[in-house]
C-alpha cells in the first residue's frame, strides 16, 4: 500500500522530513522549490525523480553536490517525463521478473518540468507518456517564461506580459497570444487526474497530489511558480502574488478526473480586480499606460469567461 | 519466469532483422522503447510479435519517436536492467541529442542500427551516412557484414556494454535492405547458451535501489566537464578494445565463430587492398579471390570495430601493402571521407605509407558491382606500378555523368 503523509498544519508540514534539500541555488524567493517540497511532501513513498533542463535542474544538481536524497535523473529539456516513463517500465519488468532489491516498496515516478519544457519543447513526449498509461506524475512549474534563459515567451506566457523575445516596446504591449490551455489538452488524453495546484494552497495541492500517487495511470498537474526574476516583483512577495493570482481567478485551481469531470476546489471569499494582479508585476507595468488600458478590460473579460466556463463545466458534471 | 523458450534448428533462414530480433530475444532484454522506421521496423515488429505469442517477458514500449524511444531507454537503463532498441536513418538522426547523453551517463544500451541514407532527398536504401554521424557520439560501434554477424554481434554488444569496467552503450550497424531484408542460413545458438553467454543484468547505480539513491545526467561547467569527458574518452581508447576481444574470444569458444577487430582477407601477401564495411566487405573478398587469379595480390581489410577505431590493428594489417583503397559509403560533404582520414592518421607514423586513395560509393542504395571493384583494383595495380597515386585522391564510383574526382 501507498503511504501518504498525515499532514494536519502548516507547522507540521513544515518540519516534516525533506527529500528536497534547502540546499540549492535557486533565486531567493522562486516558487520552485515551495512546490517541489510541497508534492515530495504528500507521501514518505519512495520516489523516482526527473527534472527536464531549466531552472530546477541546473541549481539542484551541479556536480559533485546535489539537492536530491531520492534517486533523480536529468537527460535533456524535452524529455524527462519520457526519463521517468522509461524507469517506471523497468520498475514494471523488473517486478514482473522478481528482481527487485526491496519488492516490498511502492514507489512513486514524478517528473518536474518548466513550462518551456512542458507546454513547448516537451509537448510530444509528455503527450505520448499521458496516452501510454505510464504510472506517472509529471508537473509543471509554470513561471509562464523560459526563466532559466533569461525570459523568452513560451506558449504559457501571457497576452500583455512583457518577455524578452516578446518585449513591451514603443509600439507593442509584449506578447500577443493567449496562454496555452494545457490541462484541457492534457485531459483530454484521458487521463485519469489533471489538476492545477498553487503553491499558497497547500492543504489544496497536498490532497491533490496524494490523490494523484493513488490512481493508476498518468497525472498531469500544473503549478503556478511566480518567478519574482522574470516577473519582477520583489522576493518577499511570492506567496502575496500567489494569492493574487488564485484570489483574481487568474489562475483558478481545479482538477478533471478521467478528462471528464471537473471539479472546481478553490472559490475566493473575496474576488479581488485582475487589474489588482497585473499590477503588482513588473512584466505588466506597460499595461497601465493609457494607451492600453483596454487589454486589463480585456483580461478581466477572460478571466472571467474562463471563470463561468469552469462553472459550467462543474454543474454540468462533463 | 513466465516465457517460453523457442527451440530454434541449427541453422534457420533469417534476414538480418529476424536475426536482430531473435538475438534480442535470447538476451531477455527487461525493456525495449521502439519506434518504427524503414529499414529497420522488422527488428522491433519481431520484438512485439516475441512478446504476443509469450517468449518475452520483459516491457515494450512503443513511442511517439525515435527520440522518445532512446530517452525511454536512458530512463529505464538509469533505473537498472537491460535494454535495447533499434532504428535507421533520420530516426537515428532524431536521436542524436539522446545517443551523447546515453553515453555520457554511462548506460549500457544496445542499439540495432539498420544503415539508411539521409535525406535530402529523402531515400530509405542502405548506405552509412546514419552510422558516419554517430561516430563522436561515445558509443562502441560494432559492424555486421551479414545476418550472421547481425545475430552474434548482438551478443558481444550486450556482453561489452554492460561490463562494469566499460559501462557505455554499443550499436549494432547492418546495412539496410542487403543485409536487414536478405534471407540466409543463420547459425543458431540455442537459448540457454545465447542468455548464458551473456550472463545475467548486474546493475550498478540503479535509480531503483532505494536504499542508494543516485543522481544521473548532473550539470557540469567548465570546472568538471572535460574530466567527464576525458575519462569517458579514456575508457574508450582503453578499455573497450580488450573486452571486445574477449568477447570474440569467448564467443568463438562457444560458436566457433571467429570475429576480429579488423577483418583481414588474403592480406598475408596482399600488394593491393581495399579497407570498407558493410555487404561491401563480402563483395570485395570475392572480386580479391578473382583479381588474383589475374595476377593481382589483391586483399581486403574490414573494419569490425567502427568506435573505438582500431587505430594499431589498422597499421598492422597494412603495414606490407603498397597501395590502398578507402571505401566510404557516406557523402563526404567537403571532406576526403571518414576511412580516408581514419586510415590515413593510422599509418602516417608507420614505416609503411601505402599509397592512399579514397573512393565514394553507393550512396542511397545505389549497387557497389563486381565490375566497380575490378576496375578499383586494377587502378591501385597501377599505382603500385606507377610508385604513386595516379588518380586524384578522392572519386566517386556508380554516379551518373562525368567522373567525379577531387584532391
Not at chain 1, 517564461?145 to 507593442?172: D, H, K
Request: include cysteine; glycine fraction near 8%.
Amino acid at each position: 500500500m501507498s503511504e501518504m503523509k498525515n499532514i494536519k498544519n502548516l507547522k507540521e508540514f513544515s518540519t516534516s522530513a525533506d527529500r528536497f534539500e534547502g540546499a540549492n541555488l535557486l533565486c531567493p524567493g522562486c516558487a520552485h522549490s515551495i512546490i517541489v517540497r510541497e508534492v515530495l511532501n504528500a507521501t514518505n513513498d519512495d520516489l523516482i525523480l526527473s527534472a527536464s533542463t531549466g531552472c530546477l535542474e541546473v541549481c539542484t544538481a551541479v556536480y559533485p553536490y546535489t539537492s536530491w536524497d531520492a534517486s533523480w535523473i536529468h537527460i535533456g529539456f524535452e524529455n524527462g517525463s519520457t526519463a521517468v516513463a522509461g524507469a517506471e517500465s523497468m520498475y514494471k519488468a523488473l517486478k514482473k521478473k522478481g528482481r527487485l532489491k526491496q519488492p516490498d516498496r511502492n514507489p512513486k515516478f514524478v517528473s518536474f518540468a518548466g513550462d518551456g519544457a512542458s507546454y513547448d519543447i516537451g509537448f510530444q513526449w509528455i503527450s505520448g507518456c499521458m496516452e501510454r498509461g505510464h504510472n506517472i506524475m509529471h508537473v509543471v512549474l509554470d513561471n509562464e517564461v523560459y526563466a532559466n534563459t533569461g525570459g523568452q515567451r513560451s506558449s504559457s506566457t501571457p497576452i500583455g506580459s512583457s518577455a524578452t523575445t516578446s518585449p513591451a516596446g514603443r509600439v507593442s504591449y509584449g506578447e500577443k497570444k493567449n496562454k496555452k490551455d494545457m490541462i484541457s489538452i492534457m485531459a483530454a488524453h484521458g487521463i485519469p487526474y489533471a489538476a492545477q495546484v498553487a503553491p499558497n494552497k497547500w492543504k489544496d495541492m497536498v490532497k491533490k497530489i496524494q490523490h494523484g500517487f493513488s490512481v493508476d495511470g498518468p497525472v498531469f498537474i500544473n503549478a503556478i511558480s511566480p518567478c519574482t526574476t522574470e516577473w519582477k516583483f520583489d522576493p518577499k512577495d511570492t506567496m502575496h502574488i500567489t494569492d493574487l493570482s488564485t484570489d483574481s481567478l487568474v489562475f483558478p485551481l481545479y482538477e478533471i478526473i478521467d478528462g471528464r469531470e471537473l471539479n472546481i476546489t478553490y472559490r475566493p471569499k473575496n474576488v479581488i480586480p485582475v487589474e489588482e494582479y497585473l499590477a503588482a508585476q513588473g512584466r505588466f507595468k506597460h499595461l497601465f499606460k493609457d494607451e492600453y488600458k483596454y487589454l486589463i478590460k480585456e483580461w478581466q473579460e477572460r478571466v472571467d469567461s474562463n471563470w463561468a466556463y469552469l462553472q459550467r463545466r462543474e454543474e454540468s458534471r462533463v | 519466469m513466465a516465457f517460453d523458450k523457442m527451440e530454434l534448428r541449427d541453422i534457420e533462414v533469417w534476414d538480418g532483422n529476424f536475426a536482430a530480433a531473435q538475438a534480442m530475444r535470447q538476451c531477455q532484454i527487461d525493456v525495449v522503447a521502439a519506434y518504427p522506421i524503414t529499414p529497420s521496423t522488422p527488428i522491433v515488429e519481431g520484438y512485439a510479435q516475441f512478446l504476443a505469442d509469450g517468449y518475452v517477458e520483459g516491457e515494450f514500449v512503443m513511442v511517439e519517436s525515435e527520440h522518445a524511444a532512446m530517452s525511454g531507454c536512458i530512463g529505464a537503463a538509469a533505473a537498472g536492467g537491460r535494454v535495447a532498441t533499434a532504428t535507421s536513418s533520420q530516426g537515428f538522426a532524431l536521436m542524436v541529442e539522446t545517443l551523447y547523453q546515453a553515453s555520457g551517463m554511462r548506460l549500457p544500451i544496445v542499439l540495432n542500427v539498420v544503415n539508411r541514407a539521409l535525406a535530402a532527398p529523402l531515400n530509405v536504401n542502405g548506405d552509412h551516412s546514419d552510422m558516419y554521424l554517430g561516430r563522436d557520439s561515445g558509443w562502441i560501434q560494432l559492424d555486421a557484414y551479414c545476418p550472421q554477424d547481425a545475430y552474434d554481434l548482438n551478443f558481444i554488444a550486450f556482453k561489452v556494454s554492460e561490463d562494469h569496467e566499460v559501462r557505455l552503450p554499443c550499436m549494432v550497424h547492418q546495412d539496410g535492405f542487403m543485409t536487414s531484408h536478405t534471407a540466409q542460413g543463420v547459425h543458431t545458438l540455442d537459448d540457454d547458451t545465447a542468455y548464458g553467454f551473456v550472463g545475467d543484468y548486474k546493475p550498478m547505480n540503479d535509480m531503483l535501489d532505494f536504499e542508494h539513491p543516485v543522481t544521473h545526467g548532473v550539470q557540469t561547467e567548465e570546472d568538471w566537464h572535460f574530466e567527464h569527458k576525458a575519462r569517458q574518452h579514456n575508457d574508450l581508447m582503453t578499455k573497450v578494445m580488450p573486452k571486445i576481444q574477449a568477447a570474440f574470444d569467448g564467443f568463438e569458444k562457444l560458436s566457433g565463430r571467429k570475429y576480429n577487430i579488423v577483418e583481414k582477407y588474403d592480406m598475408d601477401d596482399a600488394d593491393v587492398c581495399v579497407v570498407c564495411m558493410g555487404t561491401s566487405v563480402e563483395t570485395a573478398r570475392e572480386v580479391a579471390t578473382e583479381m588474383r587469379k589475374e595476377g593481382i595480390k589483391a586483399g581486403v581489410v574490414g573494419i569490425r570495430v567502427i568506435r573505438p577505431f582500431p587505430f594499431f590493428q589498422i597499421a598492422e594489417a597494412l603495414k606490407d601493402v603498397k597501395a590502398i583503397a578507402t571505401l566510404d559509403r557516406s557523402s563526404p560533404n567537403g571532406a576526403p571521407g571518414m576511412l580516408f582520414n581514419e586510415i590515413a592518421g593510422s599509418l602516417y607514423n608507420t614505416p609503411n605509407r601505402a599509397l592512399l586513395s579514397g573512393y565514394v560509393y553507393g550512396l542511397g542504395g545505389r549497387d557497389l558491382t563486381k565490375a566497380h571493384l575490378v576496375s578499383l583494383f586494377k587502378e591501385l595495380q597501377v599505382n603500385v606500378d606507377a610508385g604513386k597515386v595516379t588518380t586524384q585522391l578522392q572519386q566517386f564510383i556508380g554516379v551518373r555523368g562525368p567522373k567525379l574526382a577531387y584532391l
